[in-house]
């Protein structure tokens, strides 16, 4: 999920109107936890504005594929993968 940055669509909400729109779908339709996976700073910090909590993080320079650092030349500030969780509470 992203908006190119600069673009005319950066900075309206779309990230936060979809983590909202998951979040509703998936207490709709029962489920106690949604979960996401981020791989970039922003939609990090879009989840987490959603009410997730971090629950598990790799430092990008410090992954090895077969021995060698894949994601080391990603540049900052998107220098980690995370993954998200927020429980739903089914009264809301």
């Not at 940055?5 to 990230?15: D, L, N, T």
């Not at 922003?42 to 430092?59: D, L, N, P, T, Y």
């Not at 030349?73 to 509470?89: G, K, M, Q, S, W």
């Amino acid at each position: 999920m992203g908006v190119e940055p600069g673009s005319r669509f950066a900075r309206h909400g779309i990230a936060s109107a979809l983590f909202q729109a998951s979040v509703d779908v998936a207490r709709h339709n029962g489920f106690q936890r949604c979960v996401a996976e981020c791989t970039g700073h922003f939609s990090q910090r879009c989840a987490i504005k959603a009410g997730f909590c971090e629950i598990a993080r790799v430092v990008y320079k410090d992954y090895r594929f077969q021995g060698r650092p894949v994601f080391a030349a990603i540049p900052e500030p998107h220098t980690t993968f995370a993954i998200l969780e927020r429980v739903l509470d089914p009264a809301a």
